[in-house]
């Protein structure tokens, strides 16, 4: 109850209405009082009216409102004004109920007729003359008002009307009235004026009507939200009852209706068959009814009666005899469409309905209802009562036949396993069993790994059976008529089975983790399954298996297809990563290599893709010696040797074109990363039996003097199929020039030629050289003994390119030759001989003036002397030198020996190559113990800037040796330090000196 009173002046209340936490009351002396509710804040409105007020009506915002009195006198008031407006288009009419424009209370325009901001839209009133007027005010002035429709055969008050607009058809609305005994439903737009009219001009026959003689009535809408969705249901309050119905919103059209499917609830009955003051039975027809979701309100005379709608139970029930004798009779009820709020009011006072947990028990009437959707939206999520819910509804699906459904429902309830699967079993239902395990299989946790393989193999079990009962052809009904639906009857066989497939794939695809991959294979080859099989392959990526079924099948192509990819694509367009397998090669590379030369062919172009760091070449090899075999003997068989009937038969083509090993190999070997000796010698084995040497020794020479191979045993295989060129080429490259060209000499004369020449570019001796072109000079010679001037001839040739003498080569010719052909060679080698004795000549003068001068400075220095001071000090330290052992150098720089020793190791641990040139050289240079030592501390010094003495195996009187050549004030060592620092980083001290 609300904490305020009505002042008596204005006598009792006579009419209540609510909207958004707004209450609105008219009262018995024709005032009106608008009441906050949250903020109890109570307003006083000036009405001018001299009647009690009969109805009064507030819109869903709380901001409008219109109070009438059953005289005609009716006034608008608005939040914002203490004081009404009369409105004039309405004299004298009695309101019976007023239907507010939804689209005002959206947007805060009007909608139909339109209306102006801060107005109240285009209205729909309902009077008791029949009567539907459209009303709209702006700025609290009446803008328009005016007569839509009127019930022509029976005037009868319209006690309640609705309108609602049709979702996402905002100029499309739907209004529903209604009198004591009739209802009516009318759809149109675009304005209410367009859509009354098109039900003028003729007795409305639409109206549904119940029998009474009831003279008051009301019409409620029920919103889930208000004002964002369209109405769910409407209530009605007649003599025989509620009448409850659904409103359906579709595509109806003027004439239609939107409420087609209804019942109707009837009344409960009094508390007591008496009444306690005159003993006549209580009235059934409540004075006012309320609707909530799932509940209707009735207030009888002294009774306030709440009843389920679904059930249709009283769930609360009341006396309010004694309640009335204190707040005076209850006279009705009023709804809050905006906050969800009810009403109701006594003379002097008002109460709020407070409706507590009023789901509570209505998931358990929809379960009831069959309503299982809806009960699952109202159990709150509680897992036991969703559980109930489903099970029910599982149920339900299965005993109506609907197998499928009851097991998508019995999948997603806790009943057990073994239960559910033997229902269908039971059922011979094997479809629905499949979609029931295969969302079972969905659920069951991924630990759960023994469950999972059995479930997966089940189902792998129904859809083969599947399978197999589709691929049996349906029985053929007799008669010719039946053709047509014969080959129809197949047609959609087919299909079903190409879907059934599919499934069956796509299962293999997303479940392949889960199945026993030999109990799996087993199953699939009991059903003759080839396809399925390839493509359980395929999945689990069993490449072996998919080349062994390619290669039993006669499809070696498939085979090496299979054996080159690295992923297997689903049929769904997924990929997955296949492991590289190198043993697969291994595995099926003879049969491949030796099946036809153009699998060959495509063999080894396949096996040279692969990265060698992958593929061992060394393991190739008895693939490609039973590849080298089958092919020597298709070579047999296309000469005709032997029994060639079989190797004909075998060999397929492989005697012909390019031999596959050694194309591979020459591949494997061309970047030069493998230096496996066993596939190198192998390759030589190939390349020595072919026709022609060109290949090999272009391996050879590829390789140098660095042979990956053996070369001995290449040598002999050469020698063995007499490749002399390649012999020739071997002994080049691994530096047996003698051998090369004695082999060259055997083929022609200038393939040894140019073997002498790049011996003489690989910086042998002379001598050496010039041996290697004596033999080929004594070869010629020996060729052409017969005929001496030719050969004087070609050894003339020679020795032009060539750096042998004329008398070198003479003693190989007959005593009883001519050498009038080597006249120029003779006379260039005399020439020569005579520049030889003058250049030594001039030698010798040389070094006779060299020996004058030394013997001249040996006699001066012997005579030379010098005078030191008693006071002389030290060049480098300042001290006195005649105290201790001193060096005098001839430039006339003093130093005391221990000083120079200092000085030279401090020089030698900065700079300790310099030691290695100028006048130290002849010191360092020459002795071993003192080049290795100086090295040593030369790394030690570019790596760390200064060396070290510490393994460094100089004495400190070698050092003096060292330091002795020269002075190191007018030397070497003075001129290396111009580039140092006058002060160097370890002179820190010193630099701190200078500071000022």
């Not at 609707?291 to 309100?297: E, Q, R, T, V």
């Not at 009011?345 to 309905?353: A, I, K, L, Y």
């Not at 499934?503 to 109990?519: A, K, N």
Request: charged fraction near 25%; proline fraction near 4%; glycine fraction near 8%.
């Amino acid at each position: 109850r609300l904490e305020w009173s009505l002042d008596p002046k204005h006598g009792r209340i006579t009419a209540l209405s609510a909207g958004n936490n707004t209450l609105l009351i008219g009262t018995a002396s024709g005032h009106a009082i608008r009441f906050t509710v949250l903020h109890d804040k109570k307003a006083d409105i000036h009405t001018g009216l001299k009647e009690p007020v009969y109805k009064a009506f507030i819109d869903p915002s709380g901001q409008h409102g219109i109070v009438g009195t059953e005289k005609g006198a009716n006034v608008y008031v608005i939040a914002t004004r203490q004081a009404a407006a009369p409105i004039k288009g309405l004299k004298n009419v009695v309101i019976e109920s007023i239907a507010w424009n939804k689209l005002s209370v959206v947007s805060g325009a009007g909608g139909g007729g339109g209306g102006g901001g801060g107005g109240t839209g285009s209205i729909l009133v309902g009077a008791r003359d029949g009567s539907i007027y459209e009303v709209a005010i702006e700025d609290n002035k009446e803008r328009s008002c005016k007569k839509l429709w009127t019930i022509d055969d029976a005037p009868m008050p319209i006690s309640g009307i609705q309108m609602d607009v049709f979702p996402g058809q905002p100029k499309k609305f739907f209004v529903m009235a209604a009198t004591p005994t009739r209802n009516y439903q009318f759809i149109g737009g675009p304005s209410f004026e367009a859509l009354f009219r098109a039900y003028a001009g003729s007795r409305m026959g639409g109206f549904q009507e119940l029998p009474g003689t009831l003279d008051r009535s009301e019409l409620h809408f029920h919103y889930n939200s208000y004002p964002q969705g369209a109405a769910q249901r409407v209530a009605w309050l007649t003599q025989a009852g509620i009448f409850q119905g659904d409103l359906v919103f579709g595509a109806q059209n003027p004439g239609e209706k939107v409420c087609d499917q209804h019942i109707l609830i009837n009344y409960p009955p009094p508390l007591n068959s008496r009444t306690g003051d005159g003993g006549t039975s209580l009235p059934r027809v409540p004075l006012s009814i309320a609707a909530s979701k799932f509940h209707y309100m009735m207030l009888f005379r002294g009774q306030f009666v709440c009843a389920n709608r679904l059930s249709r139970a009283v769930v609360y029930d009341i006396s309010l005899r004694n309640d009335a004798k204190r707040y005076g009779p209850f006279r009705g009820l009023a709804s809050d469409l905006a906050q969800g709020t009810f009403w109701m009011f006594s003379d002097r006072c008002v109460f709020e309905v407070l409706i507590e947990d009023e789901e509570r028990d209505v998931w358990e009437l929809l379960l009831e209802r069959g309503e299982y959707d809806a009960s699952l939206r109202h159990c709150r999520g509680d897992k036991k009562k969703q559980d109930l819910i489903k099970s029910k509804q599982a149920d339900h699906f299965f005993s109506k036949g609907y197998y499928k459904e009851a097991a998508k429902a019995y999948a997603a309830t806790n009943r057990p396993f073994e239960e559910i699967a033997l229902k269908f079993v039971n059922q011979k239902r094997p479809r629905a069993l499949r979609t029931y395990l295969l969302l079972t299989l969905q659920g069951l946790p991924a630990v759960a790994e023994t469950q999972l393989t059995m479930v997966g193999t089940w189902l792998t079990e129904l859809f083969l059976d599947e399978l197999r009962q589709l691929d049996d052809p349906p029985v053929r009904a007799g008669g010719e008529g039946n053709e047509e639906e014969g080959k129809q009857k197949r047609t959609e066989r087919s299909d079903e089975k190409k879907r059934v497939q599919s499934e069956f794939r796509r299962f293999l695809e997303d479940q392949y983790d889960i199945l026993d991959q030999p109990t799996t294979f087993a199953l699939i080859s009991s059903h003759g399954r080839s396809e399925e099989l390839v493509h359980y392959a395929e999945v689990i990526g069993d490449r072996d298996w998919l080349i062994r079924h390619s290669l039993a099948g006669g499809r070696p192509k498939m085979a090496l297809l299979i054996l080159a990819k690295y992923w297997t694509r689903f049929s769904t367009g997924k990929k997955k990563k296949a492991t590289f397998d190198a043993d697969l090669y291994f595995k099926y590379a003879p049969h491949l290599l030796t099946h036809s030369s153009k699998i060959a062919k495509e063999m080894v172009t396949t096996l040279a893709r692969v990265d060698r760091r992958l593929l061992d070449p060394s393991r190739l090899i008895p693939a490609f010696v039973r590849y080298d075999t089958a092919r020597s003997a298709a070579m047999a068989a296309s000469r005709g040797d032997g029994d060639s009937k079989e190797k004909r038969g075998n060999a397929l083509g492989l005697g012909s074109g390019e031999h596959e090993g050694i194309r591979y190999f020459s591949m494997v070997v061309e970047t030069g990363e493998v230096r496996d000796p066993t596939v190198h010698n192998y390759l030589v084995s190939l390349l020595v039996r072919e026709p022609r040497d060109d290949a090999l020794v272009k391996y050879i020479a590829k390789f140098g003097g660095d042979p990956p191979y053996d070369y001995k045993n290449a040598l002999q295989l050469c020698y063995h199929h007499s490749k002399l060129r390649a012999c020739c080429e071997i002994h080049k490259v691994i530096g047996e020039y003698e051998e090369a060209v004695q082999v060259a000499l055997a083929i022609n004369i200038q393939l040894a030629q140019l073997t002498v020449r790049y011996a003489e570019k690989s910086s042998l001796p002379e001598e050496r050289t010039k041996r290697l072109w004596l033999l080929v000079a004594r070869h010629v010679i020996q060729a052409e003994r017969n005929d001496v001037k030719r050969a004087t001839q070609k050894v003339s040739e020679i020795l032009k390119h060539c750096s042998l003498h004329i008398e070198e080569v003479l003693p190989y010719f007959p005593d009883f030759a001519k050498i009038g052909a080597f006249k120029n060679e003779v006379v260039k080698s005399l020439e020569s001989y005579n520049q030889k004795i003058n250049s030594l000549k001039s030698r010798m003068d040389q070094h006779m003036e060299t020996a004058k001068m030394i013997r001249s400075d040996i006699d001066y220095l012997r005579n030379c002397k010098a005078e030191v001071a008693e006071t002389r000090r030290c060049d480098l330290t300042s001290e006195l030198v005649m105290q201790r052992s001193f060096l005098y150098f001839p430039c006339g720089h003093i130093f005391l020996t221990s000083a120079l020793t200092d000085s030279i190791i401090e020089y030698a641990q900065r700079k300790p190559r310099a030691l290695l040139s100028g006048s130290y050289a002849a010191v360092t240079s020459k002795e071993k113990k003192f080049r290795e030592s100086l090295e040593a501390m030369a790394k030690e010094a570019k790596d760390k800037g200064k060396a070290s003495l510490t393994l460094i195996n100089i004495t400190r009187n070698e050092w003096t040796k060292i330091g002795t050549h020269e002075c190191p004030l007018c030397g070497l060592m003075m001129v290396s330090s111009c580039h140092d620092p006058l002060i160097r980083p370890d002179e820190s001290k010193e630099q701190q000196s200078w500071f000022i």
